[in-house]
């Protein structure tokens, strides 16, 4: 398996706390940088999407914020080969 970009949330405030959830094994957000991160592991079958949400809990009196994303998990065997045409590059 191959490492997801870092996905960064820029959060500004008294953050009391932060959570990302849920997302596949082998990625974990972490709420110290607000970054999701991590090599996914092996699923069942492909491509399997997860659909996160994070939470960010302010100050007492305030409203919590949130924001979605999706981290899609695609089988790391599927490109065979690449080659390239008077196209572009083609991958199989």
């Known amino acids: 398996m191959f490492a997801i970009g870092n996905i960064v949330y820029t959060v500004t405030g008294g953050v009391v706390s932060a959570s990302a959830s849920p997302l596949p094994s082998g990625v974990s957000f972490n709420s110290g ?5 991590g090599t996914p592991g092996t699923e069942v079958s492909y491509p399997v999407g997860y659909n996160y949400t994070v939470t960010v809990v302010g100050p007492s009196g305030t409203s919590n914020a949130t924001a979605t994303g999706t981290v899609t998990v695609t089988d790391p065997n ?3 080969y690449c080659i390239h045409t008077k196209y572009g590059i083609v991958c199989k």
């Open 78 to 80: 599927a490109f065979k």
């Open 33 to 37: 940088t607000n970054t999701i991160s």
